[in-house]
């Protein structure tokens, strides 16, 4: 037998064993299960992950923490921690998962990642974020585009305003969709929101490369640099395209908006598209996607991960590794995103089941990624600490919700607030 057909054999046997071990246990587990996946397309997603992890005889239990962006869930994750019981696995994403695992939490997945292969299956942007000290941790379920601009074309035509690729003709659509009698921006005033608007507007305005410096090297000048002022400048403008209602809204009701056509455009994440599946609309024609004003080509990257945490049971540990496979499954990864409205995390999937936003956003993620214009998201911990996320989180929101804030002054406070967070 040829060479290659040889190893393809012999990983095709090896997959159906470790396949039947996996479907038939000797010793069933169970894996308590932390997220914040409530929304309608969330919530379908979560379900796949519980369904399959069932059907190899395990069993899941369900540890949902409401809160878009997951800030609750990590409060509530680090009370369960310091109690000294911690679930079997949780939603932590980019530079926690490092924390995570410093402390000593975190255990070591490299048996089911080198029997998988998941070196070879995940791109190294990726596998660098679940690897703590060259060792995997954390399974990464999906790739999430951050800067995508959500538009109703109903609303947009009845407006008779078009598809903005700037800022200037953002602000043109936003203006005209006002003076039809309906809402500009469909927004949720949570700070992990605002940071979200926030992080598209700077994208434009900074570039990816002062973007890199000022959110991922946390570098001053650039922090409170003219650029800094000017994106902020830009966010003060969009107080103006939001309903007075919008304080405390969560994510989902602002997409709910945007799908009845009370507000033209949102800006948000491609998890807004799960909500535009679950209501059985088309995302591409009901309702269009395109990059947020000036950042075609750019891809601010959230990749959502489960981190697995030390436990004493050996059938507990055994249900552990079954869920860390199904997590890399094809299958999981085509059901799980189909639902989510994300971009499966291997990147030799098959995408013909997908909708046109998701195979935009894996040929732009792609890309993106040849040059050198795929960073990482901060506003959703992929950039930096949870402690320098919420540090900006705050500096964020106080300047969008103070319509005398200035500025100059906030740029200055961001670079400071940053400093002190390190
Ligand atoms: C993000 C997360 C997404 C989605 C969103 C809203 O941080 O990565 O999966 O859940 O929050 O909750």
Not at 122 to 131: A, F, H, R, S, Y
Not at 191 to 215: N, S
Request: aromatic share 8%.
């Amino acid at each position: 037998m040829p060479k290659t057909r040889l190893n393809t054999a012999l990983r095709l046997a090896s997959a159906c064993v470790l396949g039947l071990s996996l479907a038939n246990p000797a010793h069933a587990g169970e894996v308590e299960v932390l997220h914040w996946w409530t929304a309608g397309g969330e919530a379908k997603s979560a379900a796949v992950l519980a369904d399959m992890l069932k059907a190899r005889g395990h069993s899941w239990k369900d540890f949902a923490v409401a809160g878009g962006g997951g800030e609750s869930a990590m409060t509530v994750l680090k009370t369960r921690a310091v109690a000294g019981t911690p679930p079997a696995a949780a939603q932590i994403k980019g530079l926690d998962i490092q924390e995570w695992a410093k402390l000593g939490f975190l255990t070591n997945l490299d048996s089911v990642a080198a029997a998988e292969q998941w070196d070879t299956l995940l791109p190294g942007v990726i596998t660098q974020v679940m690897k703590y000290q060259g060792h995997y941790v954390a399974v990464p379920v999906n790739v999430h585009r951050v800067n995508w601009l959500w538009i109703n074309p109903k609303a947009l035509a009845k407006a008779g305003a078009s598809v903005p690729t700037n800022w200037t003709e953002f602000v043109a659509a936003a203006e005209k969709l006002q003076a039809a009698g309906i809402i500009p921006l469909a927004h949720g005033g949570q700070p992990w929101q605002d940071a979200t608007v926030f992080e598209a507007i700077a994208l434009e305005v900074l570039g990816i490369d002062d973007y890199r410096k000022a959110f991922v090297m946390h570098d001053s000048a650039t922090l409170k640099g003219p650029k800094m002022v000017e994106a902020l400048t830009r966010f003060a403008q969009v107080r103006q395209f939001i309903d007075k209602n919008s304080a405390g809204r969560d994510w989902n009701l602002a997409t709910g908006m945007l799908l009845r056509g009370e507000a033209g455009m949102q800006i948000m994440g491609d998890w807004a598209k799960g909500e535009i599946t679950a209501a059985g609309m088309v995302p591409g024609k009901d309702i269009l996607c395109v990059a947020t004003p000036g950042t075609a080509g750019s891809f601010t990257f959230n990749i959502d991960s489960f981190a697995f945490f030390k436990l004493n049971s050996d059938d507990d540990q055994t249900a552990q590794r079954a869920l860390a496979s199904t997590i890399l499954t094809p299958e999981f990864q085509e059901v799980f995103n189909l639902n989510k409205g994300s971009i499966p995390a291997r990147l030799d999937s098959d995408m013909s089941k997908f909708d046109s936003c998701a195979q935009d956003s894996m040929a732009t993620f792609k890309s993106a990624n040849a040059e050198g214009k795929l960073v990482p998201s901060w506003s959703h911990g992929l950039a930096t600490t949870s402690q320098v996320q919420g540090a900006l989180y705050d500096v964020l929101t106080k300047f969008f919700n103070d319509k005398n804030a200035d500025p100059v002054a906030t740029a200055d406070l961001m670079a400071r607030a940053v400093r002190s967070a390190q």
